[in-house]
């Protein structure tokens, strides 16, 4: 990998790591997990969790499907398909 790739690379991993949730939320939603273990959460506690879970859940939608519209084939023949293209060829039997 040369330096261009690497350094686009490390721009794409910056911007994915912006839209997950900060480290508060995550130690939150970690907090209220470890607590209704042990006890029943409060009403509130519960709202704020699902309010949390959604949201995570959310984001991670978000940065995976990112993930997957970054995918590319490439063929044996070196050419590079996008699979939202309907042209790249399917196997045949």
Known sequence: MNLENEE???DEN???TKKMLSKEKMD???ELARK?????LSPEEKTEQQTLRAEYLAKFR???RGELDRIRFVDED???SDPK?????????
């Not at 209704?36 to 029943?40: A, I, N, P």
């Not at 293209?85 to 039997?93: G, L």
């Open 85 to 93: 293209d309907k042209t790249h060829s399917k196997t045949k039997n």
């Open 28 to 30: 939150r939603i970690n």
């Open 62 to 64: 978000e940065s995976f």
């Open 14 to 16: 910056c911007k994915r």
């Open 36 to 40: 209704s273990k042990g006890s029943e």
């Open 78 to 80: 070196g050419n590079i």
């Open 8 to 10: 686009a690379e490390a």
